[in-house]
């Protein structure tokens, strides 16, 4: 089994600045890890995905994460903000392996409100 | 291009009713998913369905709901009985088949049930 803890339940920002969003994982086998984004009322969109290679995933609105393995993390990053990006961002894991290729374990969220 | 397709978006029901979701995938996607979104919590996986199928039900209660994924028509879930823990966002994706779209779901709105 896998879970997935977000170390920070709300992140506010000014426009512009750069953001980081805290992902750790916890699992006894090895992951496949996602990044999805939630707007107001709306589905969840895929954002950037890690099965393997190069540990720095880039995605799209100008986000991107690295895998650590040795920290179990996965880390959004994006260096600079806008307004736009305000919504509620989730991290996810499966386990590799299996079969179940949508059954995601979810992280509980983080909410990123852009100032401007 | 349609997305997925939830309906109805917003459900009222008194306990002890029932409820019935739908879901249409995106053209062309075969597996679909059924997540549940408490307050303050992220997404938790529900079940798996394949048309004809139910692939994998492991986070379903066993009490209460159920769900298929008919050889014409949506998806639906249906909640038996409604007890006022039920309310929560229940949101549909769906997926191409194959190992390229292993964690790539595509979610529609969600349906946002509220017992009373």
């Known amino acids: 089994a896998q879970s997935v803890t977000q170390l920070d339940s709300q992140v506010p920002v000014f426009e512009e600045a750069p953001v980081e969003l805290r992902c750790n994982y916890s699992?006894?086998?090895?992951?496949?890890l996602f990044w999805y984004v939630q707007y107001p009322n709306q589905g969840l969109q895929l954002l950037l995905k890690?099965?393997?290679?190069?540990?720095l995933v880039k995605g799209i609105n100008g986000f991107e994460a690295e895998f650590n393995k040795s920290q179990t993390s996965f880390h959004l990053r994006k260096p600079s903000v806008h307004i736009s990006d305000t919504a509620e961002y989730f991290c996810?894991?499966?386990?590799?392996?299996?079969?179940?290729?949508?059954?995601?374990?979810f992280g509980q969220g983080t909410i990123l409100t852009v100032h401007p | 291009n349609a997305g997925v397709m939830q309906n109805p978006r917003h459900l009222v029901r008194r306990r002890g009713q029932e409820a019935r979701l739908r879901c249409s995938p995106m053209?062309?996607?075969?597996?679909v998913y059924w997540y549940r979104q408490l307050p303050e919590e992220g997404l938790k996986f529900m079940v798996y369905?394949?048309?004809?199928?139910?692939?994998?039900e492991s986070g379903m209660p066993k009490e209460r709901f159920s769900a298929e994924f008919p050889k014409e028509g949506p998806s639906i879930l249906r909640i038996q009985q409604v007890v006022r823990g039920d309310s929560a966002a229940y949101f549909c994706?769906?997926?191409?088949?194959?190992?390229?779209?292993?964690?790539?779901?595509?979610f529609g709105e969600g349906s946002r049930l509220t017992v009373l």
């Open positions: 994706a769906s997926s191409p088949a194959g190992t390229a779209a292993i964690g790539e779901l595509f």
């Open positions: 053209k062309g996607h075969s597996h």
């Open positions: 996810a894991v499966i386990g590799a392996g299996g079969t179940s290729y949508g059954k995601l374990t």
């Open positions: 699992s006894s086998v090895s992951v496949y």
């Open positions: 890690y099965l393997s290679g190069s540990t």
């Open positions: 369905l394949q048309k004809e199928n139910i692939i994998d």
